[in-house]
């Protein structure tokens, strides 16, 4: 499995509909500085929901929407929405049909050889709101993760590697570092269920 397209719209500085290629082994993307490469992996951490450990660059949630004045530091004139969809390609079914039906709750969501995950941010008077979809099934982000996890992507994990992280490993003691190995193993989340076992 791997990411086909991403789409952007209104998210950071990507101000019009955006659409953006992945290829399956290898894609690179360049630019001078300030003109949004480090905006599209935060794209992939706010749609799939994999933000909160990996640190999207955002103080708040809707200072993810589009904003004209951002560079002036001027308060949102903009849209009050933005939206990122991921479009993955599951040809290999990594993730089966019945685990995508389970996660979306429902079967009509078309063929699963391609599976989408979209997510919204909306920004009203006094209160923001977010919402995820998958196959264009509105979800919550639990079914995200739970069927996310599924193919081996989780928020611990090291799916992305964020600038910075590599120096960290590096300067760790080997007994954290046997830590990542476990989490990457898939081990660590025996350890845990284990100890919560014990505790009980
Ligand atoms: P570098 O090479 O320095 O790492 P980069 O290509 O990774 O640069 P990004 O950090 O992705 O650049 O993009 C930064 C730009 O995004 C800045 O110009 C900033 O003003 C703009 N930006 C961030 N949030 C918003 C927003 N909500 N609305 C409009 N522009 C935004
Ligand atoms: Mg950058």
Redesign the pocket.
């Known amino acids: 499995m791997h990411i086909k397209e991403l789409v952007l719209d209104d998210f950071?500085?990507f101000g019009r509909p955006t659409r953006i290629p992945f290829y399956e082994d290898f894609t690179v993307i360049t630019?001078p500085?300030?003109?949004?490469?480090?905006?599209i992996i935060d794209a992939v951490l706010f749609a799939l929901g994999l933000a909160r450990t990996r640190g999207i660059r955002a103080k708040k949630l809707t200072?993810?929407?589009?904003?004209p004045g951002?560079?002036d530091g001027a308060g949102s004139s903009g849209p009050n929405e933005a939206s990122v969809t991921v479009v993955l390609d599951n040809e290999d079914h990594t993730l089966s049909r019945e685990q995508v039906v389970t996660a979306a709750g429902s079967d009509r969501i078309g063929d699963v050889d391609e599976i989408t995950i979209k997510r919204r941010v909306k920004e009203t008077e006094d209160n923001y709101y977010s919402y995820y979809y998958l196959n264009e099934r509105s979800v919550n982000l639990s079914d995200i993760r739970d069927l996310l996890s599924q193919a081996g992507i989780t928020p611990e994990g090291y799916n992305v590697v964020m600038q910075g992280d590599v120096t960290e490993i590096i300067n760790m003691t080997p007994y954290q570092r046997r830590g990542i190995l476990d989490e990457i193993a898939g081990v660590a989340e025996f350890d845990a269920k284990k100890e919560d076992a014990f505790e009980e």
């Open positions: 950071k500085s630019g500085n300030g003109s949004g490469k480090s905006n200072d993810l929407i589009y904003n951002h560079e």
